[in-house]
């Protein structure tokens, strides 16, 4: 059985290399450690198909070391002690470890007095953030380099030269790519080159061939490309990237973006994620400056768990809309943060004793809730009375914003109370 065309048209030299030319350019890292035939073990980190199995490829071929791959998470001890039994024999060898924020301790253990020896050279390769997901004595021993999706341009340069290339590609074939089809292909695989390269090899040959040709539409295209790319499954670190630009998105106020990561996470089917989120997002960055923001979100989130996917993403969308165009403020953050941060660093303090518990027998004697005065029985509802500790007296953590009619109704009524405070010394 054929390799699929992505395997085949693996890079053989760094010349080859499609992208990450901050890698792998003219006087860049990585060309210069190989002119200088000074390898060290480093992990590569970024989306699928961007190159990072490209790049462990393009090493090998271009020092002529021997090139063993392996599945830091399906393949077993014994399999790293057979490279390290070629290694050994032949002398250094070049081991691409896919996976490789899942390498347990054992397989760890294993490898590292290898690393240490320069008997092998590891190449990891993971989509995770490995500052994050891997181990930290593999981390210090590696060159931690990140890869990104490759460009329109980039994706295109590889296309071109399968097309052309008789051995290993498609040069045999009698292709046409219609433009808008070059187009499509290019980015809806949001950089990913084996999506692309492999939806190229299906569309090729599922196409009959006429007058002399095998013609790729666009709509032909669109069939052999079922599933778009998209980084930031459920449990990854894209995922959290996601997340996190969707609700710096709706806090920016940019409603294009926060549809666009709201659309992502929709593809991605992580509804529970949207949902806690927009709640956060309700209180946390809309907060005072329009309460009623909050209980709109939260009749949305109970009406897209209704729903489910993919009618839930219609109220969903109301929200992020709702959410993004709402005036923000995060005053009541703020200010239990601050009240958090001072009983953390020891400023408690005391309860007054008119404010504790009375309402068991003995209290009194104690002198616990004598003096309290009860507010509603003074004209306006407020006496003049001490609330907080001895030690955190003139304290203020509510800072009021000026961002809306709710807000200002709020600092008002907070100056009256400071004004009546002053004037009652």
């Given at each position: 059985?054929?390799?699929?065309?992505?395997?085949?048209?693996?890079?053989?030299?760094?010349?080859?290399?499609?992208?990450?030319?901050?890698?792998?350019?003219?006087?860049?890292?990585?060309?210069?450690?190989?002119?200088?035939?000074?390898?060290?073990?480093?992990?590569?980190?970024?989306?699928?198909?961007?190159?990072?199995?490209?790049?462990?490829?393009?090493?090998?071929?271009?020092?002529?070391?021997?090139?063993?791959?392996?599945?830091?998470?399906?393949?077993?001890?014994?399999?790293?002690?057979?490279?390290?039994?070629?290694?050994?024999?032949?002398?250094?060898?070049?081991?691409?470890?896919d996976e490789i924020h899942r390498l347990d301790k054992t397989k760890q253990d294993f490898l590292l007095p290898l690393?240490?020896?320069?008997?092998?050279?590891?190449?990891?390769?993971?989509?995770?953030?490995?500052?994050?997901?891997?181990?930290?004595?593999?981390?210090?021993?590696?060159?931690?380099?990140?890869?990104?999706?490759?460009?329109?341009?980039?994706?295109?340069?590889?296309?071109?030269?399968?097309?052309?290339?008789?051995?290993?590609?498609?040069?045999?074939?009698?292709?046409?790519?219609?433009?808008?089809?070059?187009?499509?292909?290019?980015?809806?695989?949001?950089?990913?080159?084996?999506?692309?390269?492999?939806a190229l090899e299906l569309a090729t040959l599922s196409t009959p061939e006429t007058d002399d040709e095998i013609h790729?539409?666009?709509?032909?295209?669109?069939?052999?490309?079922?599933?778009?790319?998209?980084?930031?499954?459920?449990?990854?670190?894209?995922?959290?990237?996601?997340?996190?630009?969707?609700?710096?998105?709706?806090?920016?106020?940019?409603?294009?973006?926060?549809?666009?990561?709201?659309?992502?996470?929709?593809?991605?089917?992580?509804?529970?994620?949207?949902?806690?989120?927009?709640?956060?997002?309700?209180?946390?960055?809309?907060?005072?400056?329009?309460?009623?923001?909050?209980?709109?979100?939260?009749?949305?989130?109970?009406?897209?768990?209704?729903?489910?996917?993919?009618?839930?993403?219609?109220?969903?969308?109301?929200?992020?809309?709702?959410?993004?165009?709402?005036?923000?403020?995060?005053?009541?953050?703020?200010?239990?943060?601050?009240?958090?941060?001072?009983?953390?660093?020891g400023h408690a303090g005391s309860i007054p004793d008119d404010l504790r518990d009375a309402h068991y027998k003995g209290?009194?004697?104690?002198?616990?809730?004598?003096?309290?005065?009860?507010?509603?029985?003074?004209?306006?509802?407020?006496?003049?009375?001490?609330?907080?500790?001895?030690?955190?007296?003139?304290?203020?953590?509510?800072?009021?914003?000026?961002?809306?009619?709710?807000?200002?109704?709020?600092?008002?009524?907070?100056?009256?109370?400071?004004?009546?405070?002053?004037?009652?010394?």
């Open positions: 059985m054929q390799q699929p065309l992505a395997y085949r048209m693996r890079p053989r030299n760094l010349d080859e290399v499609v992208g990450q030319q901050h890698l792998v350019g003219p006087d860049q890292i990585i060309r210069r450690m190989v002119v200088a035939k000074r390898l060290s073990s480093m992990i590569l980190y970024g989306p699928p198909g961007t190159g990072k199995t490209s790049i462990a490829s393009a090493i090998a071929g271009t020092t002529k070391y021997a090139f063993r791959m392996l599945n830091a998470a399906t393949d077993t001890k014994k399999d790293l002690q057979i490279v390290a039994e070629e290694a050994k024999m032949s002398g250094t060898v070049i081991l691409l470890l690393l240490e020896s320069g008997s092998i050279v590891l190449v990891g390769a993971t989509t995770e953030n490995p500052y994050m997901s891997i181990l930290p004595a593999i981390r210090s021993r590696s060159q931690i380099f990140q890869v990104f999706p490759l460009t329109p341009d980039d994706i295109s340069a590889a296309i071109d030269r399968a097309l052309a290339d008789k051995e290993r590609g498609l040069g045999s074939y009698p292709v046409r790519l219609d433009e808008d089809a070059r187009a499509f292909l290019t980015t809806a695989t949001n950089g990913d080159l084996r999506s692309a390269l492999n790729l539409t666009l709509a032909v295209m669109h069939e052999s490309l079922q599933q778009r790319a998209i980084a930031g499954d459920a449990d990854g670190d894209a995922h959290y990237d996601i997340i996190s630009a969707f609700q710096k998105s709706i806090r920016g106020s940019d409603v294009d973006a926060a549809l666009h990561y709201l659309a992502r996470l929709i593809t991605i089917g992580d509804l529970p994620s949207i949902l806690r989120r927009l709640l956060v997002i309700a209180y946390e960055d809309v907060g005072l400056a329009n309460p009623q923001t909050a209980s709109r979100t939260l009749t949305a989130i109970q009406s897209a768990e209704r729903l489910g996917l993919p009618e839930g993403r219609i109220p969903l969308a109301n929200a992020v809309i709702d959410l993004c165009l709402a005036p923000k403020s995060n005053s009541a953050m703020s200010a239990i943060d601050a009240a958090l941060a001072d009983i953390q660093a209290a009194a004697a104690l002198g616990h809730g004598v003096g309290y005065q009860l507010p509603h029985n003074f004209p306006g509802g407020w006496v003049k009375q001490q609330y907080l500790p001895d030690t955190l007296v003139g304290h203020h953590y509510y800072a009021p914003k000026n961002t809306g009619k709710y807000e200002q109704a709020l600092a008002a009524q907070l100056t009256r109370l400071h004004d009546l405070e002053k004037r009652s010394k």
